[in-house]
């Protein structure tokens, strides 16, 4: 541990963030944001818009059915990469009894675990991000106009065109995923730098798509870094930056009106005095701050955004609480990073995101690992449906809301205690369709033998 952080001693800290104590001790906290504003009419960010959000869903319309011509899986929605909301009445008893906590209103779970393509939250933003490059280099080069039948784009010509053209990015697993696979689709050479935690089965899986994968014994971090520098030497070469990349985190942002459908569809209420509640899971921010993002643009103050990390790795709640946001890490306060849930293992906050959203997070708890694997096994037996660990980093916090004092208080000062009957809480389930078999039985056993 550091002895000065940004010029303030630890027990400073201590004072000035009582709550900072049990973190450090990797012990399970609820913290509320102070900083929250519920107002209806709250410009999240001066520079992104509501027309920036449309013009995301244009561009991913433009390319649907490009998208249904080369992956036949999302032939059914027509190009469209979106995952069901399915009501887990099974799991909430479960959970009822397991942690001898109710859950007032109804429970859903948001399945991006099974998004087509690549299996987790990240075939949102990065897909996006991958045809966000695509369609530039083809409009620069005469190739498409907007109005084009984009499925041209699967030409040999195309293709080669696109060969020219490398996309690297740093990633604990999931992102390289999401890139690797529709970089590779589209003809472009895709470096993906993977940190060490990143799971031997992705790696395997996106070399024999074509991908080059550059292996790192260290953390996240690095991984990043390495691959920005790596952009930066050569030509023709797009960094995505999942620290800053406003792209990916509007390709995330899309899920907020698309939600908002599915929620008419089933004709769920969301108002005044039918609130809704999300649980999101976090790494560096962007996933879960994009959609916190849609989903604040679609339901103003009737949403309240909850991140849910790792109790080894509280980079967003160390960077929000203390509000040094990317200067800070879970390293520096002597947190070791260490978590099975590979898609969390992030020790440094993205920076952008905690600054555009730290008014409108509601707050973020830690669980730990172990947990886990016992919610994998309960929404397994209970339901049929399989994660990856760091997708249910979100049950906790529906449990926590009604047990913690801090998540009473939040419900109380918000006026909101009388209205939880009709409230609907969304946990977002953010990966796990593509994992190996063998890997999850072994998952799911390291949940039962927890019980
Ligand atoms: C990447 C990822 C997250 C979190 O996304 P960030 O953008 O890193 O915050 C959550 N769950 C899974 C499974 C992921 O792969």
Request: proline share 4%; charged share 25%.
């Amino acid at each position: 541990m550091k002895k000065h952080i940004m010029g303030k001693n630890l027990d400073e800290w201590k004072n000035r963030h009582p709550l900072l104590e049990e973190i450090i001790k990797t012990q399970e906290v609820f913290w509320t944001n102070p900083q929250y504003v519920s107002s209806s009419d709250r410009i999240i960010t001066p520079n992104l818009r509501k027309m920036d959000i449309q013009d995301a869903e244009k561009r991913l319309l433009r390319f649907a059915p490009y998208i249904a011509k080369v992956f036949p899986q999302t032939w059914e929605t027509k190009g469209i990469i979106e995952s069901p909301l399915v009501k887990i009445d099974k799991m909430k008893k479960e959970l009822a009894v397991l942690y001898d906590q109710e859950i007032i209103g109804s429970l859903y779970l948001k399945c991006d675990s099974h998004l087509p393509i690549s299996g987790s939250v990240k075939a949102r933003g990065g897909i996006y991000e991958v045809l966000k490059i695509a369609e530039d280099i083809a409009i620069e080069k005469k190739i498409i106009v907007e109005s084009d039948d984009y499925t041209i784009l699967a030409s040999e010509k195309c293709k080669k065109l696109f060969s020219r053209y490398s996309i690297v990015v740093g990633s604990t697993g999931n992102l390289g995923l999401s890139i690797g696979i529709m970089g590779a689709v589209l003809g472009f050479k895709v470096i993906v730098h993977m940190s060490s935690d990143a799971k031997q089965w992705k790696k395997d899986l996106l070399r024999k798509k074509g991908v080059t994968v550059v292996e790192y014994d260290s953390d996240y971090g690095k991984a990043v870094e390495a691959g920005r520098i790596q952009a930066q030497r050569e030509e023709n070469s797009y960094f995505i930056d999942d620290e800053n990349s406003q792209n990916l985190f509007l390709g995330y942002a899309v899920a907020g009106k698309r939600l908002k459908q599915q929620l008419e569809q089933l004709q769920i209420l969301v108002d005044q005095d039918h609130p809704l509640f999300v649980y999101l899971p976090c790494g560096v921010g962007g996933a879960p701050g994009g959609i916190t993002f849609g989903l604040k643009t679609a339901f103003h103050e009737h949403v309240h955004c909850f991140f849910a990390e790792p109790t080894h790795s509280p980079a967003m709640l160390l960077g929000l609480m203390t509000g040094l946001h990317d200067k800070v890490s879970a390293q520096e306060f002597g947190i070791d990073n260490r978590t099975d849930a590979d898609g969390l293992a992030v020790g440094r906050p993205s920076g952008f995101v905690g600054k555009t959203l730290e008014k409108d997070i509601s707050g973020i708890f830690t669980i730990q690992d172990q947990e886990l694997y016992r919610l994998l096994s309960r929404l397994a037996d209970s339901e049929g449906i399989y994660l990856e660990p760091s997708a249910l980093a979100g049950f906790a916090g529906p449990l926590r809301l009604f047990s913690e004092s801090r998540g009473k208080q939040y419900l109380e000062y918000g006026d909101l205690m009388s209205k939880m009957k009709n409230a609907t809480h969304i946990v977002w389930a953010t990966g796990g369709s593509m994992v190996p078999e063998e890997m999850m039985s072994h998952f799911y056993n390291k949940g039962k033998a927890k019980e």
